[in-house]
């Protein structure tokens, strides 16, 4: 079953207001994208409470999935809403994207929450730092380094759009 339309449009709408996460490829942009599509799967929950939106994982000992919105009901289906999610530069589906059962898979439900009214006061979280714990090698500086300046870039875009 091809993504609904009324989903299409809300995935693209998200994007739209809170483009996925851009950065070296590697474990902290897979967290990145994972929580965008939480995120999202939260704003699906939110808009659409009745149809049972959310996240999955493909077994229990796994991470949540980086690139698919779920939905919970008489049989389970998921939708890849990021393209290039494993890369650093992930993209939002230009078209709706045909569903995958997900019989087996593990369901997460989500509370549902209105990010696109959030995204008016502010698009992008507070700016990572780095934990104290955190090894600095300059892998994982860089990353850093990286997730600011894309936090910045999302924070001047709201500006301007306030501006205009």
Same mark, same amino acid.
């Given at each position: 079953?091809?993504?609904?339309?009324?989903?299409?449009?809300?995935?693209?709408?998200?994007?739209?207001?809170?483009?996925?996460?851009?950065?070296?490829?590697?474990?902290?942009?897979?967290?990145?994208? &994972?929580?965008?599509? #939480?995120?999202?799967?939260?704003?699906?929950?939110?808009?659409?409470?009745?149809?049972?939106? =959310?996240?999955? #994982?493909?077994?229990?000992? #796994?991470?949540? %999935?980086?690139?698919?919105?779920?939905?919970?009901?008489?049989?389970? &289906?998921?939708?890849?809403?990021?393209?290039?999610? =494993?890369?650093?530069?992930?993209?939002?589906?230009?078209?709706?994207?045909?569903?995958?059962?997900?019989?087996?898979?593990?369901?997460?439900?989500?509370? =549902?929450?209105?990010?696109?009214?959030?995204? =008016?006061?502010?698009? %992008?979280?507070? *700016?990572?730092? *780095?934990?104290?714990?955190?090894?600095?090698?300059?892998? %994982?500086?860089?990353?850093?380094?990286?997730?600011?300046?894309?936090?910045?870039?999302?924070?001047?875009?709201?500006?301007?759009?306030?501006?205009?």
């Amino acid at each position: 079953m091809r993504m609904p339309d009324e989903l299409f449009a809300l995935v693209q709408a998200f994007g739209a207001a809170y483009p996925p996460p851009f950065g070296l490829a590697g474990e902290a942009h897979d967290e990145r994208c &994972r929580a965008w599509t #939480r995120q999202l799967a939260e704003q699906a929950m939110f808009t659409f409470p009745a149809l049972g939106y =959310g996240c999955k #994982r493909a077994s229990a000992d #796994r991470p949540l %999935s980086k690139d698919v919105i779920a939905q919970y009901g008489a049989q389970s &289906r998921g939708w890849d809403v990021l393209s290039g999610a =494993g890369t650093g530069a992930p993209a939002v589906h230009g078209a709706p994207s045909e569903g995958v059962d997900l019989t087996g898979q593990g369901f997460v439900a989500v509370t =549902g929450h209105d990010w696109l009214s959030d995204a =008016g006061a502010s698009a %992008s979280p507070a *700016p990572p730092s *780095p934990s104290p714990s955190t090894s600095c090698d300059e892998c %994982s500086l860089l990353q850093t380094m990286v997730a600011v300046l894309v936090w910045l870039r999302d924070d001047l875009s709201i500006i301007k759009g306030q501006l205009a």
